[in-house]
């Protein structure tokens, strides 16, 4: 299992931020989506969870484990931004089984799940997708196409009265789930799906556009 040093022995503290994902490959996306929720929801770190196999997506066209977790350390070009093993560690697929393990592990991190707004809409979709909201509190930032109709999902309106203030947006970390706020910002157009089909670069945008 590899640990950032914000968990190493003696430092089992801090403000940290969870996205999970396939990283097929990683991208601008994912960095732009980090550093925003650095800086509105005053985190310490941003951890990548780097996904053995997304149980609602195909293993066909899924790159090798280690090869996902090289394109993730590649993309994270940030300080505070980790790219973890820790579901493979766990032995988890699930995102509810993840962080009910990493609270157990890390009993003094106040963690939030971040996810981008189209993932806000297939959320009904994912194994015991309440108990992630009840479980840590919750970041939701802008995606292309997707926000309004995020803001309008089963998950939005299931939890409504637990949703945040955008100018408390700081404070979310400190508030026992569920607690979930949704971060309007400048939209990166990147995709993963994009990039598989030859029609973007990771960094570059669009090709041959």
Do not use: C
């Not at 996205?19 to 490959?25: K, T, V």
């Not at 484990?65 to 300080?79: G, L, W």
């Not at 939005?156 to 945040?164: K, L, N």
């Amino acid at each position: 299992m590899s640990l950032p040093a914000t968990v190493r022995p003696g430092r089992e503290w801090g403000r940290i931020g969870l996205l999970g994902g396939s990283f097929n490959p990683a991208h601008s996306g994912h960095l732009h989506l980090s550093k925003i929720a650095l800086k509105r929801l005053g985190l310490d770190a941003v951890w990548w969870l780097v996904s053995p196999q997304n149980p609602l997506k195909s293993t066909t066209g899924m790159n090798p484990f280690d090869q996902r977790m090289a394109s993730a350390q590649y993309a994270a070009q940030h300080p505070a931004i980790h790219v973890t093993d820790l579901e493979r560690a766990f032995g988890s697929n699930y995102t509810a089984v993840t962080l009910r393990k990493l609270k157990r592990r890390f009993p003094r991190v106040q963690f939030v799940w971040l996810m981008g707004a189209d993932n806000m809409l297939q959320l009904p979709l994912w194994k015991r997708w309440d108990t992630i909201f009840k479980t840590i509190p919750v970041a939701v930032i802008a995606r292309p196409a997707y926000s309004w109709n995020s803001m309008h999902s089963k998950a939005a309106i299931r939890f409504r009265s637990a949703r945040v203030r955008d100018q408390q947006a700081r404070s979310l970390a400190d508030r026992k789930a569920p607690a979930w706020i949704y971060i309007a910002s400048r939209l990166n157009h990147t995709s993963a799906t994009e990039i598989r089909a030859g029609r973007q670069t990771p960094f570059g945008g669009t090709k041959g556009y």
